[in-house]
Structures are given as C-alpha cells and as structure tokens.
C-alpha cells in the first residue's frame, strides 16, 4: 500500500508562490507516476501536473508556465512549486500515485488564493 499526505497549503495574495509537498509511505514510489490534481467548490476534479519516473512532465494549460512539478525520490516526495498564484487556482489541491488516474490519494491540502 501507498500512503500519500500533503502538506504545503494555505492562504496567499494573488501573485504569490506556494511549494506543496506530497510524501509517500511504503516502497513503491520510485517507480510510480506521481501526479497533483486540484478540486475547487462545484467543479471536477482536474489534473494540475503529472511526473513520470523518468522525470517527464505534463501540466495543464492552465498552469502552464506558472507552476513546477518535481520528485525527490530518495525522500519519496513529490513537489508542486506554484507561482504568479491567481484567484481560479483557489482549490483543494490532492496528491496521487500510479498512473492517471492515480490508484492512491492523499487527503488533500487547501489553497486559498484571496487579497
């Protein structure tokens, strides 16, 4: 089993930088794709990021060119480096592992981006 928390989250201006952290339990992360989705109040739940492991990396268009998505894979965690933070990107921000979409989740972590 995989477990996933994130951490990370928090209130920020608009046009702030936020880092969120995902860190894994057990054995498998090395050789999982790690991926942070994102939920905002009444709409689906979206892909924000993906990293493979082999380090290839996908965004939405949304966030492309804002945000960054990284793995540490000695200290099974995945990064989500989010700049130039906007109003939309308000959301509950979850972790997951293994393919897309991910078969482990974490808990979710809460982004709020307000003035």
């Known amino acids: 089993q995989v477990q996933l928390v994130e951490s990370g989250g928090g209130l920020v201006q608009p046009g702030g930088s936020l880092r969120l952290s995902c860190v894994a339990s057990?054995?498998?992360?090395?050789?999982?794709?790690m991926s942070w989705y994102r939920q905002a109040p009444g709409k689906q739940r979206e892909l924000v990021a993906s990293?493979?492991?082999?380090?290839?990396?996908t965004y939405g268009d949304s966030v492309k060119g804002r945000f960054t998505i990284s793995r540490d894979n000695a200290k099974k965690t995945v990064y989500l480096q989010m700049n130039s933070l906007r109003v939309e990107d308000a959301a509950i921000y979850y972790c997951?592992?293994?393919?897309?979409?991910?078969?482990?989740w974490g808990q979710g972590t809460q982004v709020t981006v307000s003035s």
């Open positions: 997951g592992g293994g393919g897309r979409p991910p078969a482990h």
């Open positions: 990293i493979g492991t082999s380090g290839i990396t």
């Open positions: 057990g054995s498998l992360f090395s050789i999982l794709t």
